[in-house]
């Protein structure tokens, strides 16, 4: 997936201001059950909010994994929160525009 501009960024980072974790990283780490959860999400919702309870050492290197298995683009890591974006295929079911 190709990278966003700084506007683009900005844009998706005020649309996730107000959103829950959707997925949380904890014991587990982050396994195929973990990666599927993101994948289902990212397809519904297309801008989501992972929060790592552990590992939270680990939170970069983890989220270019995430990134990478999800072909998602990495929004911002907030604290021990991570925003992902994944531009629907199908576009009829995109929620978010990017200009």
Same mark, same amino acid.
């Given at each position: 997936?190709?990278? *966003?501009?700084?506007?683009?960024?900005?844009?998706?980072?005020?649309? &996730?201001?107000?959103?829950?974790? #959707?997925?949380?990283?904890?014991?587990?780490?982050?396994?195929?059950?973990?990666?599927?959860?993101?994948?289902? &999400?990212?397809? $519904?919702?297309?801008?989501?909010?992972?929060?790592?309870?552990?590992?939270?050492? @680990?939170?970069?290197?983890?989220?270019?994994?995430?990134?990478?298995?999800?072909?998602? !683009?990495? #929004?911002?890591? *907030?604290?021990?929160? +991570? !925003?992902?974006? $994944?531009? @629907?295929?199908?576009?009829?079911?995109?929620?978010? $525009? +990017?200009?």
């Amino acid at each position: 997936m190709e990278n *966003i501009n700084s506007s683009q960024r900005s844009y998706l980072k005020s649309q &996730a201001h107000h959103l829950s974790p #959707v997925v949380i990283i904890g014991k587990s780490g982050l396994n195929d059950g973990a990666i599927d959860l993101i994948n289902k &999400a990212l397809d $519904k919702r297309e801008l989501i909010k992972i929060k790592f309870r552990d590992f939270k050492d @680990n939170k970069r290197s983890l989220s270019e994994e995430i990134t990478m298995k999800t072909d998602s !683009i990495l #929004v911002s890591i *907030i604290g021990h929160t +991570l !925003i992902i974006f $994944k531009e @629907n295929l199908d576009s009829e079911k995109r929620h978010l $525009k +990017l200009l």
